[in-house]
């Protein structure tokens, strides 16, 4: 692949490539929808990412090209005018990050050409975007050399989501792309930042991605409306405990106080916050105990906690989850990402992964009446110059 993109970049610009970058994308473990919520999330970064080819440039012209939305060609803007365009779509990313670090007062003094090329499947929930958001922080590191953390360039990221993409996430993608190791998962407290780094071994079983192939955009989701929510839960609370998150409550606090939520759908939506917080705890637990079936059974509650009690799932992701859930090569599943489409995860037997991924295929075919895609998925090291 990094070739490939140093190819690409040579032939739309006519010019050889100064460096090669790499971010990866994300799988989350376990830990759905709490990270705006105050709670903890279990991301790992994966071999699946984003490259780039670069070379800066003696004007303050930025062409930004990807091999991913070849037939939108290059989009072109200055350093002088890094506002958000409906029209640049895919570039508002790297564009974003751009704005906030010459905003936050880095002298970022000239242009870039850059090509970019993925393998994340597009709008499959993989974080593609926030791969794209590191990946160019980690660039305007290099070439600038700018003193500013991964941490800091983390926070920027969710910051371009936010405020100039206008999806109100969590901070958990960008801070599994630029904080990630390999062979590691990150249990990341939302609410303050805190990590503990936690090996993944899986022994004879292997993390499987299933793809819906159910595109779907944040933006344009219910994401919004289930974190409106969660405030709303919140704040219903708050009128007798002293919380400033659903994260910071158990299970049986939340029991005990149920009556002051007032409406039952929000009821449903705090527990799901509450109770998924409760999971991710105690799977890393699991995972440093090397209890893989306590593990699966986590990956399966979490699954039933976001088809119930939240309802991001939909129809594709139950069919993807429950055929892998019968499988018996299989300890759990579970929708992984936003859900409304995009991706689901699978703990399977290595010896069995034929038969898994023929099984699993054929029954969502039959269900759905088109093809799912399944790959193995490897934890790699977060955004980096190669």
């Given at each position: 692949?990094?070739?490939?993109?140093?190819?690409?970049?040579?032939?739309?610009?006519?010019?050889?490539?100064?460096?090669?970058?790499?971010?990866?994308?994300?799988?989350?473990?376990?830990?759905?929808?709490?990270?705006?919520?105050?709670?903890?999330?279990?991301?790992?970064?994966?071999?699946?990412?984003?490259?780039?080819?670069?070379?800066?440039?003696?004007?303050?012209?930025?062409?930004?090209?990807?091999?991913?939305?070849?037939?939108?060609?290059?989009?072109?803007?200055?350093?002088?005018?890094l506002t958000y365009k409906e029209i640049d779509d895919w570039a508002n990313y790297p564009k974003g990050m751009l704005f906030f670090l010459k905003e936050a007062g880095f002298s970022i003094n000239s242009g870039l050409d850059i090509a970019f090329y993925g393998n994340i499947p597009?709008?499959?929930?993989?974080?593609?975007?926030?791969?794209?958001?590191?990946?160019?922080?980690?660039?305007?590191?290099?070439?600038?050399?700018?003193?500013?953390?991964?941490?800091?360039?983390?926070?920027?990221?969710?910051?371009?989501?936010?405020?100039?993409?206008?999806?109100?996430?969590?901070?958990?993608?960008?801070?599994?792309?630029?904080?990630?190791?390999?062979?590691?998962?990150?249990?990341?407290?939302?609410?303050?930042?805190?990590?503990?780094?936690?090996?993944?071994?899986?022994?004879?079983?292997?993390?499987?991605?299933?793809?819906?192939?159910?595109?779907?955009?944040?933006?344009?989701?219910?994401?919004?409306?289930?974190?409106?929510?969660?405030?709303?839960?919140?704040?219903?609370?708050?009128?007798?405990?002293?919380?400033?998150?659903?994260?910071?409550?158990?299970?049986?606090?939340?029991?005990?106080?149920?009556?002051?939520?007032?409406?039952?759908?929000?009821?449903?939506?705090?527990?799901?916050?509450?109770?998924?917080?409760?999971?991710?705890?105690?799977?890393?637990?699991?995972?440093?105990?090397?209890?893989?079936?306590?593990?699966?059974?986590?990956?399966?509650?979490?699954?039933?906690?976001?088809?119930?009690?939240?309802?991001?799932?939909?129809?594709?992701?139950?069919?993807?989850?429950?055929?892998?859930?019968?499988?018996?090569?299989?300890?759990?599943?579970?929708?992984?990402?936003?859900?409304?489409?995009?991706?689901?995860?699978?703990?399977?037997?290595?010896?069995?992964?034929?038969?898994?991924?023929?099984?699993?295929?054929?029954?969502?075919?039959?269900?759905?009446?088109?093809?799912?895609?399944?790959?193995?998925?490897?934890?790699?090291?977060?955004?980096?110059?190669?």
């Amino acid at each position: 692949m990094e070739n490939k993109v140093k190819k690409v970049f040579s032939e739309i610009f006519d010019h050889p490539a100064q460096g090669t970058y790499f971010a990866p994308g994300r799988v989350n473990l376990i830990g759905e929808h709490t990270d705006y919520n105050g709670g903890y999330v279990f991301p790992v970064p994966i071999t699946l990412g984003t490259y780039a080819a670069v070379r800066k440039r003696e004007d303050r012209l930025v062409r930004l090209y990807s091999e991913n939305f070849s037939e939108k060609g290059i989009i072109e803007f200055t350093l002088g005018d890094l506002t958000y365009k409906e029209i640049d779509d895919w570039a508002n990313y790297p564009k974003g990050m751009l704005f906030f670090l010459k905003e936050a007062g880095f002298s970022i003094n000239s242009g870039l050409d850059i090509a970019f090329y993925g393998n994340i499947p597009n709008s499959a929930g993989l974080s593609s975007s926030a791969s794209i958001e590191l990946l160019m922080g980690v660039i305007l590191q290099d070439l600038f050399e700018l003193s500013i953390t991964t941490l800091d360039l983390v926070k920027l990221g969710q910051k371009t989501e936010n405020q100039f993409i206008g999806v109100n996430s969590g901070i958990m993608d960008q801070f599994a792309v630029g904080m990630g190791q390999s062979d590691h998962a990150l249990l990341l407290d939302t609410n303050t930042l805190d990590y503990e780094v936690v090996p993944a071994e899986f022994g004879e079983y292997v993390i499987a991605i299933m793809n819906t192939n159910k595109s779907r955009k944040l933006a344009d989701s219910k994401y919004n409306e289930r974190r409106k929510e969660c405030e709303q839960a919140l704040q219903y609370l708050q009128k007798e405990l002293s919380i400033q998150s659903l994260g910071e409550l158990e299970n049986k606090d939340l029991v005990a106080n149920a009556a002051l939520i007032e409406d039952e759908i929000l009821f449903k939506r705090a527990k799901h916050a509450v109770t998924e917080n409760e999971r991710t705890k105690k799977a890393k637990i699991a995972l440093e105990k090397g209890d893989l079936v306590e593990f699966g059974e986590l990956l399966n509650a979490s699954h039933t906690s976001l088809q119930n009690d939240y309802e991001v799932t939909g129809k594709e992701l139950d069919t993807l989850v429950f055929a892998a859930q019968q499988h018996p090569a299989v300890l759990g599943a579970r929708m992984t990402g936003a859900g409304f489409g995009g991706c689901a995860i699978a703990l399977v037997k290595k010896t069995f992964w034929q038969d898994f991924v023929k099984d699993v295929s054929q029954t969502y075919l039959d269900n759905i009446g088109y093809a799912t895609d399944i790959y193995q998925a490897s934890i790699d090291d977060g955004a980096r110059k190669l």
